[in-house]
């Protein structure tokens, strides 16, 4: 049973350059939720989607952020032009359904040289 | 012992010992809590979770409390072992509301748990 996947696991970015980061939910879990962690802090929600369609992304940033689930294929959350303060720990959740259990993945952390 | 500051509160425990973390939770509208454990490069894992119309909820070697009064949720981990060492964060949600899928983390208890 493979559980929620994140790849990559660690990813280097010079500063104006793009982040691209790839969760794949367990299968059969058609929501979706990204969350931040600064260090030593909480997780903080960013976005939730459904396939095809973004349903809260209340926690993203306004520019520069964006995440999409597309019908085939992970979901993607896209940092452009990062910046030193976009380094964090980026992680992915996933459930069967809205109001089921999420199921985290291993995270992706960022670094911004 | 406990500490908070500037950085992670922290709980150091001896091997066989009790441990009981702490959360203060923000909203006393939310009506459901989740404990998670995250070790060193890994994702939160679920642990136990609790209603607020129920104020103990008992798992196999841990148990959560959950005062309503003084908006203030408790782990307690039996017999505790090296493997437990991790960060313990505290969730919580409005499962009666229209985004109850939206956690809202604390900040994290570091457990460390001495041989």
């Known amino acids: 049973n493979a559980g929620v996947m994140q790849n990559p696991r660690h990813l280097v970015r010079r500063r104006g350059q793009e982040a691209r980061l790839r969760c794949s939910p367990v299968k059969g879990h058609s929501h979706v939720y990204w969350y931040r962690q600064l260090p030593e802090e909480g997780l903080k929600f960013m976005v939730y989607l459904q396939k095809e369609n973004i349903i809260d992304e209340s926690g993203m940033p306004k520019e520069r952020f964006s995440a999409e689930f597309p019908k085939e294929g992970p979901s993607i959350l896209r940092i452009q032009q990062v910046v030193r303060g976009d380094s964090a720990a980026y992680f992915c959740a996933s459930s069967p359904d809205r109001k089921d259990e999420q199921y985290f993945g291993p995270g992706t952390r960022l670094t911004v040289t | 012992g406990e500490s908070v500051g500037l950085h992670l509160p922290t709980l150091s425990v001896q091997e066989g010992d009790n441990s009981i973390i702490n959360c203060a939770y923000s909203?006393?509208?939310?009506?459901?809590f989740i404990w998670y454990k995250q070790e060193s490069g890994k994702g939160p894992q679920f642990i136990i979770d609790i209603r607020s119309n129920m104020d103990k909820r008992q798992g196999q070697r841990v148990t959560v409390l959950l005062n309503k009064t003084v908006k203030h949720l408790s782990l307690q981990i039996a017999a505790t072992q090296p493997g437990d060492s991790a960060v313990y964060f505290c969730a919580e949600t409005l499962l009666s509301g229209g985004s109850n899928y939206k956690l809202t983390f604390g900040k994290g208890t570091l457990l460390t748990v001495n041989p």
């Open positions: 909203n006393s509208a939310s009506d459901y």
